[in-house]
Structures are given as structure tokens and as C-alpha cells.
């Protein structure tokens, strides 16, 4: 059996967290653009509660559903059309169902708005670089709500990779797969952007991005497909990176859950697990395999949705130099890549038709 060590949290240290914006200056004023219940659960407390955002109003496609929220929240309901038009607002939490993200979001940064959308930005590569060309054109902050991105965890790994801890790198092998949803799940819808690749298969393909760069190309894929529509309820991926190293990615909703990566280089291994849903308290530990120990490291909690809004309200507080930045450039290119990866993967799957 090898050796076994845990190295105290110091000894890997993940960075700090997004400053908090200088000169005291107000929160970034959010409309919520969709009553989702994840939005409801997570993101608009959330939002509330931040010192760098404030929620002034909510709408969504059911109006009564969206004065509950509205109650529920203190802020006032709007319109879809009407929320655009506030002067009040600043920016638009976006948390439609995927197939309206890319319409909604081209709205929104024409009426002028910042946009926060949830994943994925849009349903195809075609329209996420339609909606990321005009955030460029008009100067405004556009992202991705990517949550897990924003977590120090992952950037203790990248860490581990430039220091060379790993060797050179092999392979990356990424999951995110959960048990099925109620029946009126939107995410059975297929005309709504429904389907287990851009709900849970985004989230692994994006991670391998992260920690793999840009370039990524597919190599092959497969996908268990409904009989009645041909809605993907789960599938796999194979991608190869431009300096050779391997990618395999599985995800789905018909499985136990299951949210982790490992990447595997010359000389050791690296595992993440609840790498893409850590609760706020969670304290992240990331395990290093060699050939004759294995090192645990126990990282800080971080709470990865107050860092996305931070980040977000930090990018919106500086204006349009920010919006040109190029960090915002990368997230615009990045959110795009991500999509042509999603596109590849459609294209290429081999499918497999089941009841469900």
C-alpha cells in the first residue's frame, strides 16, 4: 500500500477571493429575466444578500409566478418587455429556459444591459457568437453563470499542473450525472433546450477547456436518446487537446449523482470530487496519486456563487474599459468555444435509442 500524507491547507493554498469594489460605490441594480427554481433557490437570495448587488425587479413568462417571486424577494414585478426598459436597472439575470437564453440575451444588450445568462449562453455556436460580437460592439459585460469556474479549488489544480506535479499531462476524465427529474421537468421539454448534454455534459466540457486551454477538438461521441423524441438523457464525449492529451467526459440524468474530475499525468494523478456543485461551507479536497504515496490537501470553503456575482458586479462597476478587457474577451470566447464543442458533440454522436 503507498504511503499516505495530508498536507495541511497552507501548503496548498487557493487564491483569494474577487476584491470588493473601492470608493463605496452602489450595488450593480439586477432584473431577473425567468422565475427558474434554481434561480429562486440559489441565485436570487444570493443576489440580495450581496453587498455589490441589489434585485429590483423580476419578470418571467407567468406573471403570477413572477409576482410571488417578487413578493418572496421585496423587489417589484415587470414585464419580460417592460423589466428591458427600466432605467433603474443596470444589469439582467437571465434564467429562461435555454432555448429562449440566446433571444433574450440579445435583448437585453440591446436595450443596453449588462447580462449575467445562466448556462448554457445559447443552444448553438451560431447564436452564442451572435450574442457575444454584439456585448463586444456595445461595450457591455456578458457571462456565463458558471459557478463552478469562480471555485479556488480547480485553481489549486492548474497550480499543480505549472509547478509540474503532475508531469506531463495524459488524460482528463470528467463527470456530471444525476438521478432522473420529475416528469414536468423543463429539462424533458426538447423545444425548450432541453437534454442532459447542455444541462449536465456542459459542465465537464468546459472544466476539460479550463485546465486542458483552448483547441479542443472532438473525437468521437455517443448519446442515449428517448424513443418518443429523441431527447439525450445521458452520453459521452472523446476530445484530444492540441498537445495530445486525451479527454473522456460522461454525463446524464439517469444515473447516481456524480460531479468530479481526474487528470492523469506522466508522474501522478489528480481527483477532484464535487468538483462542479460544492456547497458554500464545503471544504474542497483535492487528492495527488504518485507511485508511492498519496497526498490529500484540504482547501478553504468558498462560496463560488458570491464569487460569480462578485466578479460579475466588479466587471459592470468599471465600465466599458471592462467590458473590452481582455479577461471579459476571453469569457466571451470561451462561452463560444464551449458551444462549438456542444455542437461537435451532436454531430458526431452515435446514438442509442431507449424508453424513457
Known amino acids: 500500500m503507498p504511503a499516505q500524507r495530508t498536507t495541511p491547507p497552507q501548503q496548498l493554498s487557493a487564491p483569494a477571493g474577487p476584491a ?11 432584473g431577473a429575466l425567468g422565475t427558474s427554481s434554481f434561480g429562486g433557490r440559489r441565485v436570487l437570495p444570493a443576489m440580495t444578500d450581496c453587498p455589490q448587488t441589489s434585485l429590483v425587479a423580476v419578470a418571467g413568462r407567468s406573471p403570477e409566478r413572477a409576482r410571488r417571486f417578487a413578493d418572496r424577494f421585496g423587489c417589484d414585478a415587470a414585464t419580460m418587455e417592460g423589466l428591458l426598459e427600466r432605467a433603474d436597472i443596470d444589469a439582467v439575470y437571465i434564467s429562461l429556459p435555454p432555448s429562449l437564453h440566446g433571444e433574450w440575451t440579445a435583448r437585453a444588450l440591446h436595450a ?56 506531463e499531462l495524459r488524460a482528463f476524465r470528467g463527470a456530471f450525472c444525476f438521478p432522473p427529474l420529475p416528469e414536468q421537468d ?43 423524441d429523441g431527447l439525450d438523457l445521458s452520453g ?61 490537501f484540504t ?26 478587457s481582455p479577461g471579459e474577451t476571453r469569457w466571451r470566447q470561451d462561452a463560444v468555444a464551449m458551444m462549438e464543442l456542444v455542437d461537435a458533440v451532436r454531430t458526431q454522436a452515435v446514438r442509442v435509442t431507449v424508453d424513457g
Not at 470588493?20 to 439586477?30: E, N, T
Not at 462560496?303 to 467590458?323: E, H, I, M, P, Y
Open 20 to 30: 470588493l469594489a473601492s470608493g463605496g460605490a452602489r450595488p450593480v441594480r439586477f
Open 112 to 167: 443596453g444591459k449588462h447580462v449575467l445568462v445562466e448556462k448554457p449562453i445559447a443552444t448553438t455556436a451560431a447564436e452564442a457568437r451572435t450574442v457575444v460580437e454584439l456585448a463586444a460592439d456595445r461595450d457591455l459585460v456578458l457571462r456565463e453563470n458558471f459557478m463552478f469556474l469562480h471555485h479556488p479549488q480547480h485553481e489549486a489544480v492548474a497550480a499543480m499542473i505549472t509547478q509540474g506535479r503532475l508531469g
Open 236 to 296: 459521452q464525449a472523446l476530445l484530444v487537446s492540441p498537445s495530445g492529451v486525451l479527454a473522456s467526459i460522461e454525463f446524464g440524468f439517469e444515473h447516481t449523482y456524480g460531479s468530479s474530475y481526474s487528470l492523469w499525468g506522466a508522474g501522478a494523478r489528480v481527483t477532484v470530487d464535487r468538483a462542479f456543485t460544492p456547497p458554500a461551507g464545503y471544504r474542497p479536497e483535492v487528492v495527488l496519486e504518485e507511485q508511492d504515496h498519496v497526498e490529500k
Open 299 to 324: 482547501l478553504p470553503a468558498a462560496d463560488q456563487l458570491d464569487r460569480s456575482l462578485t466578479g460579475f458586479a466588479q466587471a459592470v462597476a468599471a465600465g466599458g474599459a471592462a467590458a473590452a
Open 186 to 228: 423543463i429539462r424533458y421539454v426538447p423545444e425548450l433546450g432541453g437534454g442532459a448534454l447542455l444541462d449536465a455534459g456542459v459542465y465537464p466540457l468546459r472544466a476539460a477547456a479550463m485546465l486542458l486551454g483552448p483547441g479542443l477538438r472532438v473525437a468521437g461521441a455517443t448519446a442515449r436518446v428517448r424513443r418518443s
